[in-house]
């Protein structure tokens, strides 16, 4: 790993940039790059969900090729391995041999080397860049990109949109290390969901009240932002509104735990994870927060 990047951008030679998927992520980048002053193409499949970006000057297009036609760089912004690749293919028409390909979508690190393997057949440049942050973040500009390209030219052609959608990238040497490390944060964060979950679930069992955990939680060495935000929305089953939707989280679940099971590992709570994840989806949850695998648990103790 090579460490962090947040040299202030000159300003000058700004790109124009295509955002292909408008949806909860991508329309806060694309926000957030069209107010950087850098020039903003927009498509997404259900055009009404790309149309509130005209009110930043971007130009809303019909389709993949469409909207990057012109643009320095095209950044995907959409749900899995196989949509990012149709979408790009779609795209190929519109596509410049100087266009770099930020590639923003959780996949595994063998579904990164294949878009890589893409992007040279489309004749554009790639950068792998998968991101730390939820809805509020990418709202706010405060992501973290995890990065890495086999071009290194590439990294400081896309260095004013990964400034302008996020304050930290990490640069990797290798395409798939960022997937590799996204996958084993993100275990981190679906065990801690987990976690948070079963411990309230079982002090209400018990008879003490739930929110008892999170403030002796929040008085030792072990409490973090995330329990404190988690926990008070877990309690008031105020989970409807997802930062983090359960079926993206139930995808990333399936991905932590195949990727581990190819690489020879079998990873215990993850694997309990996903499968609290999977029947929480298939029970009708998928829309609402991650954080709704504490209905789960509730249901389970009843």
Known sequence: MSGTNRTPSSGQGRPVVAVLGTGTMGEAMARNIAAAGVGLRAWNRNRAAAEPLADTGAAVCNTPAEACQGADIVLTALANEKVVAD??????????????????????????????????????????????????????GTLTVLAASPQQEAREAVRPVLEAVGTRTVWLDEVGQPSSLKLAYNAWVL???????????????LGVDPRLVIEVIDDSGLNSQYVQNKGPKMIDDDLDTPSFPLEAAA???????????????????????????????????????????????RQAAS
């Open 87 to 140: 979408v790009m293919d779609q795209a190929r028409e519109g596509l410049g041999g100087h266009t770099v390909w930020v590639q923003t979508c959780t996949v595994s690190p063998d579904g990164s080397r294949r878009l890589a393997d893409q992007a040279t057949r489309l004749n554009v440049a790639y950068v792998e860049a998968p991101l730390l942050g939820t809805k509020e973040p990418a709202v706010a």
């Open 191 to 205: 065990t801690t969901v987990e976690g948070i979950a079963e411990s309230l679930t079982l002090a209400g069992t």
């Open 251 to 297: 995808k990333d679940a399936s991905l932590i735990t195949d990727t581990a099971r190819a690489a020879g590992l079998h990873l215990g709570i993850a694997e309990v994870v996903r499968e609290r994840l999977r029947r929480a989806a298939d029970d009708g949850l998928g829309r609402a927060d991650v954080a709704a695998t504490y209905r789960m648990s």
